[in-house]
Structure formats: structure tokens, C-alpha cells
């Protein structure tokens, strides 16, 4: 049987790939409601100050912080309360010496007016007079003009993932449109005369395709697009013809299975054939996922993922998510969130090459655990019934039970 020709450290996977692709492949005009998730295309800055007002952080009175120096519970400032800001209205009230206005939390202040006294610090004398029983400084319980954002100040870089926040933050602002990055389209063809389509039941030695969908998932998960090619039979010519349409259509391309080494494993080739394509890996040191393919043709990746499910899973965060981060502007791609556990069982490893192990986790007396879920890298259900997943790194032999371990949260 051939030998995999060039295999990589996980760590150099994406790299090899990485000095060759565009850091942008275009930008447009995307609606501010509609951007959660993808990249900004340049740097944007505030069209004005925010607030535009100053205003009000309790419910409670605006006044001029010197006429309540020196006040107490046992000797009061005693202020004349002329009447109220209204909420989401302008007001005409200034205030003199010894008077204060009622506020609201988020409210204007009366004019003239440089703090709040919270509510609870007061005490109602009559309907026009209240006893203030401890000072306010100016500034106090109030929100200046742009203190959240001035005008001209950069509120999100270029390269910056859309956040619910973000949103939030530029409407806030009045930006009802952003530029943003295009989001890069993936090309997916599925490989395997034992495939059939879902909706079909296999027959003797047959199986539904689901890598196409779950990578479809995985693609719109980390902000792509896409694009199902083909489920095309182990046949030089066919699979060569899906690969042609995959680079018309995608700016990434991605094969599932045929990366191995076997007679019917044809990717490598099927890549070779492009116009000019070079590969740069054929095999990563890790477990699940060693077959894995890496190239270029015309500034588009070429990935050959494992036919598992579980390998294709782990490849694909090593390999095409960076890659779609990349092609979008956001060179630094964010990172699956974390969590720590506690191992419950011991887990072996092979030194010399990575293990991504799956992780099932719950909690226990307070403490979060982490229980491995063992399982070939070809059942669906490996996926399934995990969490998470945890990275034994490549000097290691292995985890031991009461460890604390990082669990990458899917």
C-alpha cells in the first residue's frame, strides 16, 4: 500500500497553507441588523458622541453639586424641587441656587445641573422641597456627553468579528449599514460509491451521505457560505469534473474522503490534476484525521478531509476554519471557546502524534467533569453525544484521571 507522502505537525497544517491566500476577497454593504458573524471590512469610527447628552444614572433629583456640600443626615441641605425631566424630552428647566429637578434613570438633567441625588439619599419635606442628607460631587450618578464614544474614535478595527454587542454598539451610533468582508463560499463534494443522498434507505453496503451536511454546518458556523458540489462515486474522471465546477463556485475547496492511500482513494490525484495546483501535505500528525490533504490552485485552498465523520470534524478546525477566517480579513481567527474540567477517567496516548479526544462533560458537587467518549472515528454518534473535545499534545502518552484538562467547546 503507498505511503502518505508528506506528513505534517498539526501546528503546521494551516500554515503551509496560509504565506499563499488572499487576506480579502472582497467586500459589501451588509444591513447592521443582519451582520452577527461576519468580518469587518475597514475600520469604523463613530459618526458622533454618546451619549449626546448627559444623563441621568439613578432615579433621584439633578442639581448643582455645591448646594449640597456639607449636607447630613443630622443637618440636611434643604432644596426646592421646581419640577422634572421627562423621559425621551428636552427640557427648559435651569435650575438656581438651592433648587434640583426630578430624574430619571436615564434621563436629561436639568439645565445647569451637574449631578444626581440618588433617591434613596433624600427625604421629602413637602410637595416642593426635599432634605438632601449626603453631598453629591460633580459628576456624580451622571453620564457625560461621550463619555461611551466621541465622535471620530474607532469603534470596531477592520478584521473585527461581529459580536450581539457590536450590533447593539453601531445602532446605537445610527449606522443602520457596514461594510463588511464577503464571506468566502466553500465548495463541498462528497466522495464514495456507498453514498446515497439522506432521504434515500442504503442498501446492502450503502450509507446516507452526511459529511456534506455536517461540514455545510461547520462552514456556517465560522461565517461561510456553502456550496454543495456534488456526490460523486470513486471515479477518476467524475470526481476530476466535480472538482473543475467546485473551483468555479467556491473560493475554498473541500473533498470528503478520498484522502487516504488505498486504490480508491483518488483526492490526491484529483488535485494534482488542476491547473496549477500544487500540494503542499498528503497526512497530519493527529488521531482521528491523519489522511488529510492540503493545497492551492489559483489563490483557493484545496482540503482533502478524512470520509469519518470525527477525523473530518477535527480537520476541519485545523484546516478550513482558519482558512475561511483568513480569506474574510480576520487574521487572528477567534478561538472555540474553552472550559476547564476535571478528567474522569485515564486516557493513552501515542507520543509523536496529537489526540483529539471527544468529551462528554456535566457537573458534580460543583465541579465540572470531563468524561471521555470513546468511539471509532467513523460513528456519528461519537459527535453526537459530546461536548467538547480534548488536544493531548504530541509529547504526551497520555491524560490522567483528576487531571484538569482545557475542553474545546463545540
Known amino acids: ?28 454593504t451588509v444591513d447592521t441588523v443582519d451582520s452577527l458573524g461576519r468580518v469587518t471590512a475597514n475600520d469604523i469610527t463613530s459618526p458622533e458622541d454618546l451619549p449626546a447628552f448627559a444623563r441621568s444614572t ?129 465548495a463541498i463534494v462528497s466522495t464514495g460509491d456507498e453514498l446515497v443522498t439522506p432521504d434515500k434507505k442504503p442498501g446492502p453496503g450503502q450509507i446516507r451521505d452526511i459529511n456534506t451536511f ?50 480508491r482513494d483518488m483526492t490526491a490525484s484529483v488535485f494534482e490534476s488542476l491547473d496549477g495546483s500544487k500540494i503542499f501535505a498528503h497526512g497530519i500528525s493527529i488521531r482521528p484525521g491523519k489522511p488529510t490533504i492540503i493545497g492551492l490552485a489559483k489563490d483557493k485552498p484545496l482540503i482533502g478531509l478524512p470520509g469519518n465523520p470525527v477525523s473530518a470534524m477535527v480537520v476541519f478546525d485545523l484546516t478550513v476554519r482558519p482558512a ?18 476535571t478528567l474522569t477517567r485515564d486516557i493513552p496516548s501515542q507520543a509523536g502524534k496529537e489526540d483529539y479526544v471527544q468529551m462528554r462533560l456535566s457537573e458534580k458537587n460543583g465541579i465540572l467533569q470531563a468524561e471521555p467518549v470513546f468511539g471509532k472515528s467513523n460513528l456519528i454518534y461519537t459527535l453526537v453525544h ?14 490522567y484521571a483528576g487531571e484538569e484538562v482545557s475542553v474545546r467547546i463545540y
Open 1 to 28: 500500500m503507498p505511503e502518505f507522502f508528506n506528513v505534517v505537525a498539526p501546528d503546521q497544517a494551516f500554515q503551509l497553507l496560509k504565506k499563499h491566500l488572499p487576506v480579502n476577497i472582497g467586500q459589501e
Open 214 to 263: 455536517t461540514i455545510a454546518g461547520l462552514v456556517t458556523n465560522c461565517g461561510g457560505i456553502p456550496v454543495p458540489i456534488a456526490m460523486v462515486e470513486d471515479d477518476f474522471e467524475a470526481q476530476k469534473t466535480a472538482a473543475v465546477e467546485a473551483m468555479d463556485k467556491g473560493d475554498i475547496v473541500v473533498f470528503s474522503a478520498g484522502s487516504s492511500v488505498s486504490n
Open 58 to 186: 439613578m432615579d433621584g433629583f439633578s442639581v448643582r453639586a455645591r448646594d449640597t456640600f456639607g449636607a447630613s443626615e443630622g443637618m440636611p441641605a434643604y432644596i426646592e424641587v421646581i419640577g422634572e425631566v421627562l423621559m425621551g424630552q428636552a427640557t427648559s428647566l435651569t435650575l438656581a441656587t438651592g433648587q434640583a429637578a426630578v430624574a430619571y434613570t436615564g434621563g436629561m438633567l436639568a439645565g445647569d445641573a451637574d449631578a444626581v441625588v440618588m433617591i434613596e439619599r433624600t427625604q421629602r419635606v413637602d410637595d416642593k422641597t426635599i432634605e438632601v442628607l449626603r453631598p453629591v460631587a460633580p459628576g456624580e450618578n451622571v453620564v457625560q456627553i461621550g463619555e461611551d464614544v466621541r465622535q471620530g474614535d474607532q469603534v470596531l478595527p477592520q478584521g473585527h468579528v461581529i459580536r450581539p454587542q457590536d450590533i447593539g454598539g453601531m445602532l446605537a451610533l445610527g449606522l443602520q449599514s457596514v461594510q463588511m468582508a464577503r464571506r468566502p463560499r466553500v
Open 324 to 341: 475561511i477566517y483568513h480569506m474574510s480579513g480576520c487574521v487572528n481567527s477567534p478561538t472555540l471557546p474553552t472550559s476547564k474540567a
Open 386 to 399: 459530546a461536548d467538547g473535545v480534548v488536544r493531548i499534545p504530541l509529547e504526551k502518552g497520555g491524560l
